[in-house]
């Protein structure tokens, strides 16, 4: 008989436990047992838990709430989680490691940021919305290293993290994400440096989380491969077969050297302070005086947080032969030079707030928090021929508030909304929430949640305003967006099972268009997504499986595949009791569909009605390990190329992914 296993989910929307990585006698070497020492969702959590050697938790980006975290320490998938098409069940991009991307599934997609060009790096990113926060009673650090390729094509990721406690209520931490991939194609090389310092203070009466994050990150644009035949059928076009460099590019130059470039860097500062007013208490404990211990009970704070972002983009060419000629002539400029686009952002925020918080009484049931906030944004972008103007400015206030319950064993719920008020995003609102409990169903106690959200937003200001050499357009009369969802989970932990569903309504959509330029949709468009998550186990054998349905009202403007999969078979099994070993294969696949291409002058995803690209398994064989803090694999990627044919293994048309080749990777804890 089948038996379930262990199902990990990614919604953003589900309750997290708290959980911290195990010491060297603790780690089970079954993950079910790692799941069954977890803390259920149930557990009261009100702050932090400073009996823990290792204590995690993220936080709320515009108040600073405390939402209880987990690391990522579980063996099962480390060989998928290190590769770009880990990061979504299907994910579309040029191919190699660090470039831009966008995952297939409608509602894995952020809404468009006011500075487009970062938002699809969005998954490589440190932000203080993401970022694990750390209470640490001992040393932490962790190195993670990924390698692939030749040495012409290498590609290689280097990730660290320390944190250190000074007290039990000072903490700092350090991160770092280098990536420096070569490509196995022409002119795609990705090079990152992405680092961040972050720290926290908890007391009783004083909250503090500090987060600054500066980014450096540049890739090289071939504009996608000349001929998809190259890797369907070369010999129609060839007398044999090419070396993948050897394919030529859209922006190839005669001599080979890649001569176009994106590059942005910039930074983030964050910074979130709570000042708790309360009243002490007794309790039942005595220190060793025989005095009563008192404990401080919070009943309401004040909340600051300060936020400034600046990043500069540039897009840039040494040779404009070959592009020039790919945008059929094109140049806004009339200059006839190589593109040398640029434009920069800042944006800052302050926040003022004052909560109530949850569980000082029998009455106060919930944490109940308003706030204020106004944001200044500035633009500087490539100056028009006539009016020589090259910068713009936006200012906005809002005014909003949360509600949750993040405790208790029957319900929990979150709901969340800001209106704007004054400035350039007058009348805009964001309202979210969602709700979660636990029924008697099927001789089961099932985990049901549902959520919801209402969106009216407007334009961000390069949807409406662009300057570049190829791409041109000024003060489009664009509508707020609307967007209406709603959604529901449910989840069996016996056997194992999580089914979800998610339904939302556009109005007013703004997409890139065939030509990559942006436009709008005034009609409404409905998109359905149902995703099933199942893991099975039969002995050492271990299947997982997740599978998402998804259809668009309007394929011709949200286009998106029928059906994405991932599935994941190995074997598991001990060597002298110490050593996990994990051998399988998995693949990722989606069904055929006109899938949107990369555009790289604008790093946005356009349309396109020309070719499809799909119904294609990318096949990987890899050995997974774990021993004591220590987890590593080897991997053989793209394996289905060697009995799939044609073989058709591209993300995007004009983009196919890597070739077959051998991975590596290593990720060890230090705890002292």
């Known amino acids: 008989m089948l038996e379930a296993q262990e199902v990990k989910h990614s919604d953003p929307l589900q309750l997290e436990p708290v959980d911290s990585i195990k010491t060297k006698e603790q780690i089970p ?226 001599d080979g050297v890649q001569h176009t470039w994106n590059h942005q860097k910039g930074g983030e500062y964050y910074l979130n302070y709570h000042y708790n007013l309360g009243f002490e208490k007794d309790t039942d404990k005595k220190n060793e005086d025989g005095e009563v211990i008192k404990q401080f009970i919070p009943v309401s704070s004040i909340i600051y947080t300060f936020n400034y972002i600046n990043k500069k983009r540039r897009f840039n060419a040494t040779d404009s032969t070959t592009i020039d000629a790919f945008y059929n002539g094109r140049d806004a400029w009339g200059t006839g030079i190589a593109p040398n686009d640029s434009t920069s952002y800042m944006e800052m925020h302050n926040t003022l707030g004052l909560s109530m918080r949850e569980g000082f009484s029998q009455w106060a049931q919930f944490d109940l928090t308003a706030f204020l906030s106004f944001e200044r944004r500035n633009y500087t972008f490539m100056p028009d021929m006539i009016t020589q103007k090259g910068h713009d400015s936006q200012n906005a206030i809002y005014i909003g508030g949360e509600i949750a319950k993040r405790t208790g064993k029957i319900l929990r719920y979150e709901a969340y909304g800001r209106f704007g008020i004054v400035g350039d995003n007058l009348g805009d609102i964001d309202i979210s929430g969602k709700i979660e409990t636990r029924i008697p169903l099927f001789k089961d106690t099932a985990s049901v949640s549902g959520r919801a959200s209402i969106k009216n937003l407007s334009p961000t200001f390069y949807e409406k305003n662009f300057h570049s050499k190829y791409f041109w357009w000024d003060n489009m009369d664009f509508s707020k967006v609307n967007k209406i969802r709603f959604g529901g989970t449910i989840d069996f932990p016996q056997t194992k099972t999580n089914v979800s569903v998610d339904v939302e309504n556009i109005t007013n959509y703004i997409y890139f268009d065939e030509a990559g330029y942006v436009r709008q949709e005034p009609g409404s468009i409905q998109v359905l997504a149902v995703t099933l998550a199942q893991n099975l186990r039969l002995g050492i054998l271990h299947w997982d499986n997740q599978l998402v349905y998804q259809t668009s009202s309007n394929q011709d403007i949200i286009p998106l595949p029928d059906l994405s999969a991932y599935s994941n078979l190995y074997l598991q099994f001990l060597v002298a009791k110490v050593l996990t070993i994990q051998l399988g294969g998995n693949a990722h696949y989606f069904s055929k569909y006109y899938s949107p291409i990369y555009e790289p002058t604008t790093q946005q995803f356009r349309l396109q009605k020309n070719t499809q690209v799909g119904n294609y398994p990318i096949i990987s064989g890899y050995v997974n390990c774990h021993l004591k803090y220590t987890r590593f694999f080897i991997e053989f990627y793209n394996l289905s190329a060697s009995f799939i044919d044609p073989p058709e293994y591209f993300s995007m048309p004009s983009y196919p992914l890597n070739p077959q080749m051998f991975k590596f990777g290593l990720s060890w804890d230090f705890h002292n």
């Open 29 to 254: 070497q079954d993950e079910n047992e790692i799941e069954k020492s977890r803390s259920s969702m149930y557990t009261a959590v009100n702050d932090i838990d400073t009996t823990r050697r290792i204590s995690y938790w993220r936080i709320t980006k515009r108040t600073g709430e405390i939402i209880p975290g987990n690391p990522d320490t579980l063996l099962t998938d480390f060989v998928n989680r290190l590769h770009a098409d880990g990061m979504s069940v299907s994910m579309a991009y040029p191919g190699n490691l660090g470039l831009p991307m966008e995952s297939r599934i409608y509602f894995d997609r952020q809404d468009r940021s006011n500075f487009m060009f970062a938002d699809h790096y969005y998954n490589y990113a440190f932000t203080p919305e993401k970022h694990h926060f750390i209470n640490t009673k001992i040393p932490y650090s962790n190195f993670t290293y990924h390698s692939a390729g030749s040495r012409e094509t290498k590609e290689e990721r280097l990730l660290g993290a320390l944190s250190i406690n000074f007290g039990k209520k000072l903490n700092f931490g350090f991160n770092v994400d280098y990536l420096y991939a070569r490509g196995f194609y022409m002119s795609q090389a990705a090079k990152r440096l992405d680092w961040n310092f972050y720290g926290s203070y908890i007391s009783d009466r004083h909250r503090l989380h500090l987060f600054i994050n500066p980014t450096d990150y540049s890739n090289g644009e071939n504009g996608g491969i000349s001929n998809d035949l190259y890797i369907t059928d070369p010999l129609s076009i060839t007398n044999e077969k090419l070396q993948s460099r050897q394919i030529p590019v859209n922006y190839q130059r005669a």
